[in-house]
């Protein structure tokens, strides 16, 4: 089975927006999402949703404050996600811009 690296970075905005697809034949296990607030001044909330493949989405996180200037970690190396092909993850922010997203982990073909 090879393995590749999986890095995303995007940002948020006022709608969902899907920032990761895991390809055909291919098993994902995310290690780490980080969502930092780059608006030195305001507040923001933040919403990752995760819908598996043939599945009904959930929430991973939803409105959660990230303070303005700082990050927060929705997945972690001890808490990742294992997603089948076809799986989808998404982000939306309170405000557009104000908050970035780098995703990691390993894709498995």
């Known amino acids: 089975?090879?393995?590749?690296?999986?890095i995303v970075a995007a940002t948020a905005t006022t709608s969902l927006v899907t920032?990761?697809?895991?390809?055909?034949?291919?098993?994902?296990?995310?290690d780490s999402l980080v969502a930092a607030n780059i608006d030195g001044v305001n507040d923001a909330t933040?919403?990752?949703?995760?819908?598996?493949?043939?599945?009904?989405?959930?929430y991973r996180a939803k409105g959660a404050t990230v303070a303005a200037g700082e990050g927060l970690n929705v997945v972690t190396a001890q808490t990742?996600?294992?997603?089948s092909a076809g799986s989808t993850i998404q982000i939306k922010a309170s405000a557009a811009?104000?908050?970035?997203?780098?995703?990691?982990g390993v894709a498995f073909a």
């Open 80 to 83: 990742p996600m294992r997603l």
């Open 97 to 104: 811009g104000d908050v970035d997203v780098v995703l990691s």
């Open 46 to 58: 933040f919403d990752v949703f995760v819908t598996p493949n043939g599945q009904t989405g959930r």
């Open 1 to 6: 089975m090879a393995e590749s690296e999986i």
């Open 19 to 30: 920032i990761y697809t895991v390809p055909a034949s291919t098993v994902a296990r995310i």
